[in-house]
């Protein structure tokens, strides 16, 4: 495979607890991923509050993460969020720097991502701004380890109108200012045509390819089920519509559900894709897997699960849901914890989560 595949844990809401992160790691070093890139964006000290110094735990949960990616082969990264960098260049650049500097310093963080996404324009010329500041992390960088990976999510990382509506009008001149001069070693990330793109193609890729100057890296929004409507759904079924990305795009990166456990079947299949294989072959893998994960109640709710993943929660009758809850009772796995936790609330939305 040319285009390589990883994890961009890039969600709002519940973080992974270190057991379930070091379990995931595990199982996408297995399949033949190759990074894992931190950026949960409910991590204050990546995003609310990046400015200010790692506190003693985050230092330790890094350490650690690093650790574990580097045993199981895989190269760590840390993607962090600088709110108002762009409104106070001067003062919050060199913090950046101090920041990344610790981690590098620290830890064997092998990718450096630069997160632009969901914040409002502070400017009236942010993509200049933002290919500026890029620019001098990217020098600092060579400066630092000319083999470090740098990956750039811009402000407007999909053609979707969406963002134009919630984060203000795309200006004119934003793409070419972004890609203005930019080193073409410097990465961005693309979700395809849509935030959530049910189908990425190959004519998609090109074009993003096209506006950006360079092979994009894909931050593909499946199966992540973070937002208010998301939320309301597991998703259990694998990757369709993304076959003959391979070399097109430059990397894969996977935005993972909040069950982390669950994520297994996607992850499994996107692989699958990569390597050609046909939808029944990956749809027979994907009942495998479920199996694996749910031994003993998968065959009796596996309709169920259908429904949760195409319609949501709501579409749910009182039967169907006393019928989930008695038969995943029986497994006493960690896919059926999560399911369980689901129907209690564990991960229900909550708008307080989002960051301006």
């Not at 580097?70 to 003062?91: A, C, M, N, W, Y």
């Not at 090109?206 to 100057?213: D, I, S, T, V």
């Not at 046909?278 to 309709?303: A, F, G, M, Q, V």
């Amino acid at each position: 495979m040319k285009t390589t595949l990883g994890i961009i844990e890039g969600f709002y809401g519940r973080q992974y607890t270190t057991d379930e992160r070091d379990e995931l790691m595990s199982f996408i070093s297995d399949k033949g991923y190759s990074y894992y890139i931190y950026a949960p964006k409910n991590d204050k000290a990546l995003r609310r509050e990046w400015e200010k110094p790692f506190d003693s735990a985050k230092k330790e949960l890094l350490v650690h993460m690093s650790d574990m990616c580097t045993k199981l082969h895989l190269d760590f990264g840390v993607g962090i969020s600088p709110l108002q960098i762009t409104k106070e260049k001067d003062r919050l650049l060199n913090v950046l720097i101090k920041k990344i500097d610790w981690i590098l310093e620290t830890t064997n963080t092998k990718i450096i991502a630069i997160l632009f996404d969901d914040i409002s324009l502070y400017t009236n010329e942010e993509g200049k701004k933002q290919n500026e500041i890029i620019k001098e992390v990217h020098s600092y960088l060579k400066n630092k380890n000319s083999n470090i990976r740098l990956i750039f999510c811009p402000t407007y990382y999909t053609f979707d109108p969406i963002l134009d509506k919630v984060f203000g009008q795309r200006p004119v001149q934003y793409y070419e200012d972004i890609v203005r001069d930019l080193d073409k070693s410097i990465e961005i990330f693309w979700t395809g045509n849509k935030v959530l793109s049910r189908t990425i193609t190959k004519e998609d890729i090109e074009k993003a390819n096209y506006l950006w100057g360079r092979k994009v890296t894909l931050w593909d929004n499946y199966p992540v089920n973070d937002g208010k409507f998301i939320s309301r759904h597991i998703y259990t079924r694998p990757f369709k519509n993304r076959s003959n990305l391979d070399g097109i795009a430059l990397s894969h990166a996977v935005n993972p559900m909040l069950e982390c456990k669950l994520n297994e079947v996607a992850l499994e299949s996107l692989l699958s894709c990569y390597k050609g294989l046909d939808e029944d072959t990956i749809d027979k893998d994907r009942i495998c897997r479920l199996k694996k994960l749910l031994p003993e109640s998968y065959e009796k709710i596996s309709d169920i699960l259908d429904i949760l993943n195409d319609e949501g929660i709501e579409a749910l009758s009182e039967k169907m849901l006393d019928r989930l809850k008695k038969e995943i009772s029986v497994d006493k796995t960690k896919a059926s914890k999560e399911i369980s936790d689901f129907l209690d609330g564990v991960y229900k939305f909550d708008e307080s989560c989002l960051t301006d």
